[in-house]
């Protein structure tokens, strides 16, 4: 006969399990998870509670109770099983017996014997295994206690996420105590294994067993390179507060030396930033101390913020040397700007202080950039005054730069002020889809040059008046069965700007970018207000789309544009031609979805009056999820052919692609060839395995490294490329060992996703 006896002990919540410290893992094994137990009533999660179920009990009121033929011992949705247990009355102390099982909605565990005290709130588990469902992770330990202060005791601990009957990885123990109260775990004598052989190995351990953050070190990197050799970094995290922490990382390169990488960040109410710093002294490489200082900052106060934001380097050769990143080696400057802003409903205000540290040697004082030293830009909006939108655009800016006295007798490195105004109003409309919009603005640009040349004057200015009309609209039709929406839209803008002498102004930072679908429906031709460009044009573009109309998806969208001039171009950036043709170049995109998984996108540029493609881009893809993609593109431009030995073009092709060879091997690579210099901008080949429970990921690549301008500046330095090995363990529900080498592979193989 089922007999039950409840318990009337008050107690806090029991945990009868270890916390691991783990990551999130890719892909777990599979578990154990314990079969429900059938016949009892149902269980209430809020009651506090000890209900015990037994199919034979003898209870003595004085001295406790035995329970056979099975004992459950349930508190919410915990329960305790096992064959048999004596109550003790005096110490109010159960000893369960014949082994056990213990199981909640996270953890299993099972035992050979256990003694739960119901007065002091303990419960103390012998040769114990352990599972833990969210992980997924298993383990054992000869001894698993928990006390009423919320700390738990391992003893002679090991630890995996891979399934049962397999131990590739494993985290051994002589004692794990966590504290869950603070959250916080303390491994002592702790071993990981890879493969039965230990990889790492620390007296003490102390780690978060919450999401939690705490100080400790983390797991170190490995990796070599040509310019540094064999490298190990070994991070060490502090958490210093609630809302600051540092990370300090000590790496040791056997070409270079020992550097101390830091990183602090911190965060408070309206305010939040990250300080990078890198200190290497006395470089093996290059005898000299090196360094790198790095300050992000944003402040918000209202409508106000307040940005900081720049990086110096103690030598022009820092990145190249110490930097392992495409986008870092091939830096010409570093910026570093300070913005204060403020924006409402109607204005916005900028302040800007702005300066550059040119790392290209190879420029000329001409070519680097002017120091802002400041900047004021405010501007204005407001829509639908009395059926008009009025715009105004100010800027106030102060322009300095170091130049060689030879440049500045020459007139090549002109300083002072510029001032630039440009009120603006326009009438939009809209008639049955056909919307027209007539506007004019009014741009006045002033200078106060300093130390202005003989006969130059010290303040030239310009005024210029600048008419657009733009019209457009958007046909739309249903494809017969529905599924499919089209759309038709033509645009055409009509601008006139006058020409203006601008010979004798300056050109502190304007350009003139490349012609694209962007710079089609522009009214100035240049960026930056030292120049505006005469014209007298008209812009004609047309869009159609295709959608999807069950969800909303674009499936084709190919647009075409020109310019049509009706006036010779006049005005010009020093050294440039105006423009003779009586049109543009004709502008070309295709993006365009098909077969489910691929993709192409399509851009070119041709010159109707010569005949040929001025620029041109290529890329096709097939992508069926994040490690079943392949691209290849292809990047053209003319620029200036004539010297093939001076070309500024590019002609390159662009392959990449990552595979799963098997259900655990994949490949992944890419190759970048500069096909005008006959050569690789960059390339990395690697392969992957991974199973449920770890993986492992070898990568060679190879990747410009030093411009080839600054090679002759090192007697050492024969090549302008650089190559390296990396290698990374992945141990699933644990971290990384190794080379952050899924970061290279994301970045260089588009639409590649690691998880």
């Not at 031709?525 to 109309?549: A, K, M």
Request: glycine fraction near 8%; hydrophobic fraction near 35%.
């Amino acid at each position: 006969m089922h007999r039950s006896l409840l318990c009337l002990i008050s107690c806090t919540s029991l945990a009868w399990a270890a916390e691991m410290p783990r990551e999130a893992p890719l892909q777990g094994c599979p578990v154990d998870v314990p079969a429900a137990v059938t016949g009892l009533p149902p269980a209430d999660p809020a009651d506090p509670r000890i209900e015990v179920f037994s199919g034979r009990a003898e209870v003595t009121i004085d001295e406790g109770a035995v329970f056979g033929d099975g004992i459950t011992i349930r508190r919410g949705e915990s329960l305790l099983r096992a064959p048999g247990a004596r109550y003790d009355q005096a110490t109010g102390e159960f000893a369960l017996e014949g082994g056990l099982e213990f199981s909640d909605p996270q953890t299993s565990i099972s035992g050979a014997s256990a003694s739960f005290d119901a007065r002091r709130d303990a419960l103390e588990v012998g040769d114990a295994e352990f599972q833990l469902f969210a992980v997924p992770a298993r383990g054992s330990a000869s001894r698993i206690g928990v006390d009423a202060d919320r700390e738990i005791n391992l003893e002679d601990v090991t630890y995996t996420t891979c399934a049962r009957g397999s131990s590739d990885w494993l985290l051994r123990a002589d004692e794990i105590e966590i504290d869950r109260t603070k959250g916080v775990g303390t491994a002592r004598d702790a071993r990981l294994e890879f493969k039965g052989v230990p990889i790492l190995w620390t007296p003490w351990i102390s780690y978060p067993v919450t999401n939690e953050r705490k100080s400790g070190f983390l797991l170190p990197g490995i990796g070599r390179s040509e310019t540094r050799g064999f490298e190990v970094q070994i991070p060490y995290y502090w958490n210093i507060a609630p809302n600051f922490d540092a990370t300090f990382t000590p790496r040791y390169m056997a070409q270079r030396g020992l550097e101390l990488i830091s990183e602090f960040r911190y965060l408070s109410s309206g305010h939040e930033g990250v300080v990078d710093a890198e200190y290497l002294p006395n470089d093996d490489g290059a005898d000299e101390d090196r360094y790198l200082f790095g300050w992000n900052h944003t402040s918000h106060f209202g409508d106000w913020r307040a940005t900081v934001s720049g990086r110096t380097v103690s030598d022009t050769a820092y990145f190249e040397d110490l930097a392992s990143a495409i986008a870092e080696t091939s830096q010409t400057h570093l910026r570093r700007v300070v913005d204060v802003e403020y924006h409402d409903d109607i204005w916005s205000v900028l302040l800007r202080v702005q300066d550059f540290k040119t790392l290209d040697e190879s420029l000329e004082d001409t070519e680097k950039p002017y120091r802002i030293a400041p900047q004021l830009r405010t501007g204005a909006y407001v829509a639908d005054f009395y059926g008009l939108d009025l715009r105004f655009d100010g800027e106030l800016s102060v322009f300095e730069r170091d130049a060689s006295a030879e440049s500045t007798a020459a007139n090549l490195n002109p300083t002072g002020t510029r001032l630039h105004v440009s009120p603006s109003v326009s009438l939009p409309l809209d008639w049955r889809g056909l919307r027209l919009e007539p506007s004019f603005a009014y741009e006045h640009t002033a200078y106060s040059l300093k130390d202005p040349l003989p006969g130059q004057r010290s303040g030239p200015d310009r005024s210029t008046p600048i008419w657009s009309i733009d019209l457009g609209t958007v046909f739309e039709r249903m494809s017969r069965d529905g599924g499919r929406l089209q759309t038709l839209e033509p645009r055409v803008q009509y601008v006139h700007i006058p020409f203006r002498e601008q010979d004798d102004l300056p050109v502190f930072d304007t350009i003139e970018p490349d012609f694209n679908l962007v710079q089609l429906y522009r009214r100035n031709r240049f960026l930056g207000h030292d120049r505006l460009g005469d014209t007298d044009q008209l812009n004609i573009g047309l869009t159609s789309r295709v959608v999807d109309s069950s969800d909303g998806r674009q499936v084709l969208s190919a647009t075409i544009g020109q310019t049509r001039f009706f006036s010779d171009q006049l005005v010009t950036l020093p050294g440039g031609s105006p423009v003779a043709n009586n049109s543009s170049d004709w502008l070309a995109e295709l993006d365009l979805g098909f077969a489910k998984y691929w993709k192409v996108d399509l851009g070119v540029q041709w010159d109707s009056d010569a005949s040929r493609v001025e620029r041109a881009q290529t890329r096709l893809q097939y992508r069926r999820d994040g490690r079943h993609v392949a691209n290849f593109s292809y990047r053209y431009s003319r620029d200036n052919f004539v010297d093939p030995e001076r070309s500024t073009g590019v002609k390159e092709l662009d392959v990449s692609a990552a595979w799963p060879l098997s259900d655990r091997w994949s490949a992944v690579g890419r190759y970048n060839y500069s096909l005008l210099d006959r050569e690789p901008i960059e390339s990395f080949f690697g392969v992957e395995y991974e199973n449920c429970c770890w993986g492992l990921r070898l990568v060679y690549r190879r990747y410009l490294a030093r411009r080839p301008d600054t090679v002759g500046a090192d007697p050492e330095a024969t090549a302008s490329a650089d190559t390296a090995i990396a290698l990374q363990l992945i141990l699933k529900g644990l971290t990384n060992v190794g080379d952050p080498a899924d970061r290279l592979l994301e970045r260089g193989i588009l639409g590649y996703e690691t998880d």
